[in-house]
C-alpha cells in the first residue's frame, strides 16, 4: 500500500521576466500580494491581467454629482473600478447597486468591493443584464435612483482572457459571451447566419467596408477557435497587414456585438433610463464605437426635448492625452451625461 500523501500541484512556471500566456501572469493575478508589478504594468500602458483600469473616472464622478448619502447604480459593474470611486464619494449613506451579466466576474468583483470595506448596506452586487435596471429597482422597492452610471461594452478580464473567445491575438473558444450561460457562442452564430445577415451586421455594427466579401467568405461556416477565424478574414481581404489587422479588429467587434445582443440591450436600457431617475437625478455613459454614442446622443436629446431631462452634456467628454497614453483602451471613450428634472 502506497501511503505516501498525493504531492500538492505545482505552481506553473514560466521562463523569463515576461510571461506571454494570459493565465501565467500569475502576479497579475493576485494585486493585493504583486501591488508593485502591477503599478509598473499599468505605468507601461498596459492593463494587468484579470482586471481593468477604469477610464475617465474623475469625469464621470463629476457628470454624476455625486454626494454622501445618495443611491444609484452602476449598471456595468466589471472589475469595480468605478464603482470603488463612486463608493468612496456617496459613503457612508448611501448605496450603490451593481448589475453586470457576467456570472464568472461578479462574484470577484463583489469579494473584492466587500474586502475593500463596503458592507451590504452600501453595495449589493445583481447579476442582470442592465436592460432589466428597472425590474432590479422595482424589486428592492426603489420608484427611483440619484444616479444612473453605465461602461458599456466588455471589460479588460473578458477581452484579455483567451479563454473567454474575445481575443485575436491568442487561440480560443470562439466564444465571445459576456454572459456563456446564455445564448449561442459566435462560432454556432456564424455557423447559422446567412450571408446576408452577416453582411448587415458587418456594416452596421462595425461601419466594414468589406462586408459583402467577407459575408460571403464567413456565413455557415464552422470555425474551432478565435484564431480559425481570424486567418480565414486574412484569407479573405487582399491587403496590407494594417488593414488586415483593422479588418480582423472589426469583424470580431461587430460578431460580439451580436452575440450579446449588445444594441438591443442599450436600446432597452436608454427606454427606461428616465423612469429610474429620481427628480433632479443624473445619468453618465461611458460609450467606445459610433453605434453606442449614437444611440446614447439620440436617446439624451429625444429627452431634453421632450422636457424629460433638464439638461445634457454639451458635446461628448474625451479622454486626456495623459490618459489616453497610460491607458490605450480609453482613446475611443465618449462621455456623455443627462439631468432629470426637478
Ligand atoms: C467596460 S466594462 C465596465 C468596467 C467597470 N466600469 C470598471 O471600472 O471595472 C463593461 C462591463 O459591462 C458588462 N455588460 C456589458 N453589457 C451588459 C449588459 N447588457 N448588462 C449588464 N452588464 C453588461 C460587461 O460584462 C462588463 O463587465
Redesign the pocket.
Known amino acids: 500500500m502506497n501511503d505516501e500523501l498525493p504531492r500538492p500541484p505545482r505552481r506553473k512556471r514560466y521562463s523569463g521576466k515576461n510571461p506571454r500566456h494570459f493565465e501565467d501572469k500569475y502576479k497579475e493575478h493576485d494585486p493585493a500580494r504583486h501591488a508593485e508589478t502591477v503599478a509598473k504594468v499599468i505605468a507601461s500602458g498596459k492593463t494587468p491581467a484579470g482586471s481593468?483600469v477604469?477610464i475617465l473616472v474623475d469625469e464621470c464622478l463629476e457628470a454624476l454629482a455625486l454626494s454622501p448619502g445618495i443611491t444609484g447604480v452602476d449598471?456595468?459593474?466589471?472589475?469595480?473600478?468605478?464603482?470603488l470611486r463612486i463608493l468612496q464619494v456617496i459613503t457612508p449613506g448611501g448605496k450603490l447597486i451593481g448589475?453586470?451579466?457576467?456570472p464568472i466576474?461578479v462574484p470577484k468583483t463583489e469579494q473584492r468591493l466587500r474586502q475593500a470595506g463596503f458592507g451590504a448596506d452600501a453595495f449589493e452586487a445583481v447579476r442582470?443584464?442592465?436592460?432589466g435596471i428597472a425590474k432590479v429597482l422595482t424589486e428592492r422597492g426603489l420608484g427611483g435612483v440619484d444616479f444612473v452610471f453605465a461602461?458599456?461594452?466588455?471589460?479588460s478580464m473578458?477581452f484579455d482572457d483567451p479563454a473567454r473567445g474575445f481575443s485575436f491575438k491568442h487561440a480560443g473558444p470562439l466564444d465571445m459571451r459576456?454572459n456563456p450561460q446564455r445564448g449561442l457562442s459566435a462560432a454556432e452564430w456564424l455557423a447559422r447566419i446567412t450571408p446576408e445577415k452577416l453582411a448587415f451586421v458587418l456594416h452596421d455594427h462595425a461601419d466594414e467596408p468589406r462586408a459583402e466579401s467577407l459575408a460571403n467568405a464567413l456565413a455557415g461556416k464552422t470555425f474551432r477557435n478565435t484564431m480559425e477565424l481570424a486567418q480565414a478574414v486574412r484569407a479573405a481581404v487582399r491587403a496590407d497587414e494594417e488593414v488586415l489587422d483593422l479588418t480582423v479588429r472589426r469583424v470580431f467587434q461587430a460578431i460580439r456585438i451580436a452575440v450579446?445582443e449588445?444594441f438591443v440591450?442599450l436600446d432597452a436600457f436608454l427606454r427606461v433610463l428616465p423612469d429610474c431617475l429620481r427628480p433632479g437625478g443624473c445619468a453618465a455613459i461611458l460609450t467606445f464605437h459610433s453605434g453606442e454614442d449614437r444611440r446614447v446622443k439620440k436617446a439624451f436629446q429625444a429627452g431634453l426635448r421632450d422636457g424629460i431631462f433638464r439638461e445634457i452634456s454639451d458635446g461628448v467628454i474625451t479622454a486626456s492625452p495623459e490618459e489616453r497614453r497610460m491607458n490605450p483602451r480609453s482613446s475611443s471613450a465618449k462621455l456623455r451625461w443627462a439631468r432629470a428634472c426637478e
Open positions: 481593468h477604469p449598471a456595468t459593474l466589471g472589475y469595480g473600478g468605478h464603482a448589475l453586470d451579466q457576467d466576474e442582470s443584464n442592465y436592460a461602461d458599456l461594452g466588455c471589460s473578458q459576456m450579446n449588445e440591450a
